[in-house]
């Protein structure tokens, strides 16, 4: 599992001064990159050597509290299965103590052309399902 601390912006609120639900999804995008960099993988790196991208297939969010304007909160992500070719990451949201949501991606490994590939032999090896980051 690999924290990380994100400021809820102005921005990210609705009319009703709560965090506008679909920013969750970018919350955890955010997450997601910092756990590929706690593991040693940037992205962009990525998919410049291997030639592939990791577009997200599946997505679900469970929301139990809002977040508010200038909340800090923590996306806690995790890599819960890596398949053939396909990923999946879960993602807790935090403000100190309270889950604020809860959540998941799928991303399916495809070529530039939009073929499924297989995931590289060492992203699985850094990856390491299940492991914290090191």
Known sequence: MV??????????????GVVYYA???RWFEAGRTEFLRAKGLSYSAFEA???LVLPVA???VSYRSP??????VVVETSLAQARRAS???TYEIRRGPDLLATGFTVHAC????????????DFLMRMKVGEDAS
Do not use: H
């Not at 977040?67 to 800090?72: F, P, Q």
């Not at 495809?110 to 032999?121: C, Y």
């Open 3 to 16: 924290r990380c601390e994100l400021r809820v912006i102005y921005g990210d609120t609705d009319q009703m």
């Open 23 to 25: 920013n969750y999804l």
């Open 49 to 51: 050597r291997e030639k």
């Open 58 to 60: 599946e997505a679900g």
């Open 67 to 72: 977040a508010r304007y200038d909340d800090l």
């Open 87 to 89: 990923a999946r990451f």
């Open 110 to 121: 495809v070529d530039a052309t939009g073929r499924i590939r297989r995931l590289p032999e």
